[in-house]
């Protein structure tokens, strides 16, 4: 499958401060999403964008889809310690499994 | 509540030994899929299968194998030959393979060989 190019790798804030993470590849992709996964658990699912140019938010969590179909970002507003984990963006075309990202591991400080 | 299972939570196997990762899911789903996860390599596809009694190699399906004989079951079996089998691995599934709902993912069975 498709390798995604996420960055950064890991990130270390302190609570309160914002985040930015991005995903990029060569290929388009029709269906951009975005995932959580703690520690010891599975993934679960924190966004999906369907259209290029899609700005989506969910509470403090936005996401785009970019403009040419090969990338999105995800944005935390406000970290809180409970925010730390690894972020794992994903690109679907019709008829394909998932393809993810390497992961962004957040760790917040309070 | 409709949800997907892995079990056993944590798995261990001598070397040289079959062992069998149960997946489970009672979504209705089509789909599902096996994950392996190592540390910095992000989620790679190992079997996947759209429908009963059918399924697609992945990216690493090398030393691996499944069946899907009921919608609602995915066993994955991790055989003998597969040269470094110890990982976290992660069942999913999906209403449609493809379709861009997402998956649901189980909550993982950790392999161990000693």
């Known amino acids: 499958g498709q390798q995604l190019n996420q960055s950064p790798q890991s990130m270390f804030i302190q609570e309160g401060e914002d985040v930015s993470m991005n995903c990029t590849s060569s290929?388009?992709?029709?269906?951009w999403l975005w995932y959580k996964q703690e520690p010891g658990e599975g993934p679960v699912l924190l966004i999906a964008?369907?259209?290029?140019?899609e700005l989506t938010s969910n509470g403090r969590l936005t996401a785009q889809f970019g403009i040419t179909r090969k990338d999105s970002f995800l944005n935390i507003s406000a970290s809180i310690p409970s925010d730390v984990g690894i972020y794992f963006c994903?690109?679907?075309?019709?008829?394909?499994?998932?393809?993810f990202g390497k992961g962004t591991s957040l760790l917040v400080t309070p | 509540d409709g949800g997907i299972t892995q079990s056993p939570k944590y798995l261990f196997r001598k070397e040289g030994q079959n062992v069998t990762l149960s997946c489970e899911q009672n979504?209705?789903?089509?789909?599902m899929y096996w994950y392996r996860q190592d540390p910095g390599q992000g989620l790679r596809l190992i079997y996947y299968?759209?429908?009963?009694?059918?399924?697609q190699k992945g990216d690493i399906a090398e030393g691996y194998s499944v069946s899907r004989e009921k919608k609602e079951s995915f066993p994955l079996t991790v055989t003998s030959a597969q040269k470094n089998p110890t990982a976290f691995y992660l069942c999913?599934?999906?209403?449609?393979?493809?379709?861009?709902?997402?998956?649901?993912f189980g909550s993982g069975t950790r392999l161990t060989v000693v």
């Open positions: 999913a599934s999906s209403i449609v393979s493809g379709a861009g709902y997402g998956y649901t």
């Open positions: 290929s388009i992709f029709n269906t």
């Open positions: 964008l369907y259209k290029a140019g």
């Open positions: 994903a690109g679907q075309n019709p008829g394909y499994a998932l393809n």
């Open positions: 979504l209705n789903h089509d789909a």
């Open positions: 299968s759209q429908i009963v009694n059918d399924f």
